[in-house]
Structure formats: C-alpha cells, structure tokens
C-alpha cells in the first residue's frame, strides 16, 4: 500500500471510531492525514516505521493539528514546532494520525475529566477505557490505528492498555526526550508507547529513545536492543512482589496473573516471591510529589503567556484569577490547590519533605530486589478490570487508588510495561513487567515470550 | 489534619485560581479528604533516616553552552501580542504591579 492509501484507509477508521461514539480523537483530517502522506512518499528511502500511522496524546505539541491537553484553557492553540518525539517519528517514515482525548492535562485515571468529554471503553461504553491517555489505548484497541504515543506521570499508559487489552510501555525516566510534552509533573513524565503487539511497541519506542540537546533530562545511554527473537526465559528470574497481591484483588486479576505466572515457568523462568514493603506509600507520595509539580507548571496558563484569556477587569491579577478560574476543570483545579497547599510556608516539610523521603523509601525497595538476583518483576497492572464511568469520579481518593500497581515503578523512574493477559468476564486483564533502570530491551523480550504462548482473548480461570 | 474554607481561599490566592464562592463548600470537603490521606505519610515519622537512595539522575547534565536558533514553523513576530524592531513589545513593569 501506498502512505496515501494507507492515510484514506485511517481516516476512514477513524471517522469510524467517531461514529462509534468514542470519543477518543481531539483532532484530526483527511487534508492532514494527506499531506502527512506525502510527506512521507517524498522521503529519499523508506524508514523503519515507512507509512505506519500513530496516533498522538494531545499532551504532545505538533504543528499539523491543535494541541489542547484536553482543556479549555488552551483551546485551538497551535505550537509553533514538533515535539522531539514527533521530528523522530517523521523521520522513521511514521504519519501522525490523530490527536488523541486525555484526562486534562494528563490528570486522571479514566479520561473523565476531559473538557471534551469522556472516552468510552471500546468494547463496552458503559466503562472507562482508563487514563490518562484513555484515547491512545481506546484507538489502539478499536483497531483505528495500530501504535499510539501517551505520556506517563504515574501509571497514565499502563493503566489504560491494561483495561483495553493493548501493551502499554514506560521507559526510564530520561530515556526519551520531554522536549514538546506539556509538563505535568517534571521529575515524573515519560513520553510512553500503545501498540497491539510487544514487537511493535518496541520498533516505536526503538525511533523515539535517545538523547535529545532539547531536553537536558534525557540519558546518553546506548539505544535499546533490537527485540530478541525466540519464546525462552530460560535462565531469567522473575520476581513476584507480595504487597501486589493483596487480599482484596479482583479474583479474575488474580487467576490471569496466576496463568501468566505458569506460563513464564513453563518458558524456563525461576519465579520467586520478593517484598517490596514501602508500596502502600505510593500513591500518597505521589498525590504530594506531583500535584506540587503541576502547580508550579501549570503557573504559565494565566491567559497572558499562554491560553485562552477569560474577560476581566481590574488588574493582571483579576485577568490572571478569572482566566484560571475559567479555563481549568474539576480535576486540575484540585491538584493545583492541593499542590499549592503542601509546599505552603508551615507544610512543605510535613507533606512535601515526607513524600520525598517516601520516594527515595520506594525507590530503595525495587534496588534491593534487583541487587539480590531478581531480573524482572512481575505483578498485575490494576487491582480490577475497567470501572464503570462515574463510579469513581465522587471520590477523588478512591480514583487516585486505580493507580496503586502503576505509581511505584513512576516514582522511582524505572521502565515497566503492560501487556494483555486474558480476560475475565470480557475485559482484558493487564500483566506488569518492572525493569531495573535502562533495562528495556530485558523487559521488552521477556514480554515479547510470555506475548507468544498467551492467549490474551481468552477468559482466565 | 483538617482543611478549613480559610485554607481554600487562601491557597487559590495564592494559585492565582478563581474560585466561584459555590464552589467552595464541596472543594473544602474534598480538599480535606486528598489532604487527609496523603498525611498518613506524616505519621510514619522520619523516613529520610536510613533512606539513602537518591532520586533522579546522578549528576546534573549540562547542555553545551551553544545558541541553537529555534525551528519554529510561526515566527516570533507572529506569535507576540507585539512585536517592534526586532523587539516584543510588553508592559511597563510599573503597570503590573499592585498599588
């Protein structure tokens, strides 16, 4: 197929997805999706992602389409340039697809809190398809577009590949460029990757890993391995944290990981139980560490630097308040308060010295069960399959708990995937790989094996 | 711990955040609740003792000291509100300030 042939036929699925109610795209077009093909056919030779469409978080500034994180406050703005991780995917010979519906500025856990509306889950619309990056995972898994790019703060790509059935992976923290990502929270994001298979989540993590001089947090490591090939975890161990099999787990969670954990011994793995015992802390530590850092991000969305200016009178300051106070949803409006409310003078060092403290606590842990002989850890991505919409939204709490599995790996910056495991009654169940720090490529093959003797449609007993 | 309406108020002073005055009693209410479980980490004491492991990248990278023009596609002049000679154009600091 031709990069036009192939820009109709995604347009045709995407005005497909629409129809179908899910609200997954921001923007997009046909004229777009064109010129996106011919640039592609004027490239000299044909890149290792020749043609292939990928669907964009809308967290992600490119020049083609609007970005708007999902807010009112940036609506129809327009970045002057691309995204590091969207000049490497043109490079690669990739076409950018679509602007995909998120949580507003990457805040949430079941892409409710858009001011677009929310996402529904592809196989059942009643549900959420999780979140963050709820849009990327509900493409994805419709089958609209075969990889998208998310961004993780604390579990925003895992998360929702695991309620949609997809694979979903992190990388280190620094192993690929932020330089165009919206900044969340800056000590926490990572630009992430949806596809449906483990080999091509890592062709596109493969294009967009790497030093970038336009983002002085990214690593001078050397690139990620090229996927090995072959069904083996002979000689791997794979660790087992206890405190992510808690009592209360959802019995299907549970009976796929139970499965998943057969398989990989069936592949040769020695599978051992480890602790990991600061894992409670978690979310805590991160709903501290990371609304403290958007408060201070989102501190440039006052309708003078940037966004959408609410009409007001009075001073700077009147413009300032009414803008914010217009422009910013539920969601983002608590975070920014409560991240302003820890590192106010009398509470930043029993909140916000705490939570670091905890960082390092959970940070130690994983070093630990590395250093005594564990490769890759192994635990469920979610503590249930996908929620039904509004049944979390009253209690921000109970929402920030989805994320129990995920945050522990965002906060000590360490690589970790989903990838589906089975279903139980009809929804995908996610399995979690966790790596040491720089260890994509281990954790991407053992993926990649345990991917090849799964049956991830089928119902987990 | 318990957030009082004062501290809403104060900390949205402070955000430079617009809170409508309906607002106020249900992001009270659920202020005290993200304040109230995040502060269970208070009460474990002191976790830097013996928390040795550092966070984040082990030395600060420093990016050569080179001016690289920006590759913007819409130029500066097309993006300030005003832009003169070469210059953007912007308030007198005097103007923005608080009596």
């Known amino acids: 197929m031709s990069a036009r042939e192939v820009a109709v036929a995604v347009g045709e699925r995407l005005a497909e997805a629409e129809r179908a109610g899910l609200n997954a795209t921001l923007a997009w077009s046909e004229a777009a999706l064109l010129a996106e093909a011919d640039r592609v056919d004027a490239l000299p030779e044909p890149g290792p992602l020749h043609a292939l469409p990928v669907a964009i978080k809308d967290n992600i500034v490119t020049t083609g389409l609007p970005t708007t994180c999902g807010s009112r406050i940036l609506a129809g703005y327009r970045s002057p340039f691309d995204?590091?991780?969207?000049?490497?995917?043109?490079?690669?010979?990739?076409?950018?697809?679509?602007?995909?519906?998120?949580d507003e500025f990457a805040m949430g856990s079941s892409t409710e809190h858009s001011?677009?509306?929310?996402?529904?889950?592809?196989?059942?619309?009643?549900?959420?398809?999780?979140?963050?990056?709820?849009?990327?995972?509900?493409?994805?898994?419709?089958?609209?577009?075969?990889?998208?790019l998310g961004s993780e703060t604390g579990g925003s790509v895992r998360q929702p590949a695991s309620f949609c059935g997809v694979v979903g992976v992190k990388p280190t923290y620094g192993r690929v460029s932020r330089y165009g990502l919206?900044?969340?929270?800056?000590?926490?994001d990572c630009v992430s990757v949806f596809a449906r298979t483990v080999g091509d989540a890592a062709r596109v993590l493969r294009v967009i890993a790497g030093p970038d001089p336009r983002d002085a947090t990214?690593?001078?490591?050397?690139?990620?391995?090229?996927?090995?090939?072959?069904?083996?975890?002979?000689?791997?161990t794979i660790g087992v944290p206890r405190e992510y099999f808690p009592g209360d787990l959802d019995r299907g969670v549970r009976a796929g990981c139970d499965a998943a954990l057969a398989r990989m011994r069936e592949l040769g793995a020695t599978i051992v139980e480890v602790s990991l015992p600061h894992s409670s802390l978690a979310v805590p530590t991160y709903y501290i560490i990371a609304p403290a850092e958007a408060a201070a991000n989102l501190a440039r969305f006052d309708g003078a630097r940037y966004g959408t200016r609410a009409p007001a009178a009075g001073d700077v300051?009147?413009?300032?308040?009414?803008?914010?106070?217009?422009?910013?949803?539920?969601?983002?409006?608590?975070?920014?308060?409560?991240?302003?409310?820890?590192?106010?003078?009398?509470?930043?060092?029993?909140?916000?010295?705490?939570?670091?403290?905890?960082?390092?606590?959970?940070?130690?842990?994983?070093?630990?069960?590395?250093?005594?002989?564990?490769?890759?850890?192994?635990?469920?991505?979610?503590?249930?399959?996908?929620f039904k919409a509004g049944e979390k939204t009253g209690d921000p709490v109970s929402m920030y708990l989805a994320d129990v599995f995920v945050c522990p790996a965002s906060l000590a910056g360490l690589p970790a995937m989903s990838l589906p495991i089975g279903?139980?009654?009809?929804?995908?169940?996610?399995?979690?790989?966790?790596?040491?720090?720089?260890?994509?490529?281990?954790?991407?093959?053992?993926?990649?094996?345990?991917?090849?003797?799964?049956d991830a449609t089928g119902e987990v007993r | 711990m318990s957030v009082s309406r004062a501290d809403v108020e104060r900390v949205a002073a402070l955000a430079e955040l617009a809170v409508a005055p309906g607002d106020l009693a249900e992001l009270t209410a659920q202020m005290d609740r993200i304040v109230g479980f995040v502060a269970q980490l208070s009460a474990l004491g002191d976790l830097s003792i013996g928390a040795a492991e550092p966070m984040g990248p082990r030395e600060t990278p420093l990016r050569d000291d080179i001016v690289v023009p920006a590759?913007?596609?819409?130029?500066?002049?097309?993006?300030?509100?005003?832009?003169?000679?070469?210059f953007f154009v912007v308030p007198k600091l005097g103007a923005m300030e608080e009596p």
């Open chain 1, 83 to 102: 995204a590091t991780v969207v000049d490497r995917l043109h490079a690669a010979g990739a076409m950018v697809a679509c602007k995909t519906n998120l």
């Open chain 1, 115 to 148: 001011a677009y509306g929310r996402v529904r889950h592809p196989m059942d619309p009643s549900r959420v398809p999780g979140g963050s990056s709820g849009g990327s995972a509900a493409l994805v898994a419709s089958g609209a577009v075969p990889m998208a």
């Open chain 1, 182 to 188: 919206v900044a969340f929270g800056s000590s926490l």
């Open chain 1, 218 to 236: 990214t690593l001078a490591a050397p690139p990620i391995a090229p996927l090995r090939s072959g069904a083996t975890l002979s000689g791997t």
């Open chain 1, 317 to 386: 300051r009147a413009l300032y308040r009414a803008t914010r106070g217009a422009g910013f949803g539920a969601e983002v409006r608590r975070r920014i308060l409560v991240g302003t409310y820890v590192l106010s003078a009398g509470y930043y060092d029993a909140y916000y010295g705490h939570a670091q403290a905890a960082r390092r606590r959970i940070a130690g842990d994983f070093s630990s069960a590395f250093a005594a002989g564990v490769d890759l850890l192994f635990a469920p991505t979610t503590p249930t399959t996908a």
């Open chain 1, 423 to 454: 279903r139980s009654e009809g929804l995908p169940v996610g399995g979690q790989l966790i790596a040491p720090a720089l260890a994509e490529a281990r954790m991407l093959a053992a993926a990649a094996a345990l991917e090849s003797v799964l």
């Open chain 2, 71 to 86: 590759d913007l596609v819409h130029g500066p002049p097309e993006l300030a509100p005003e832009f003169v000679d070469g």
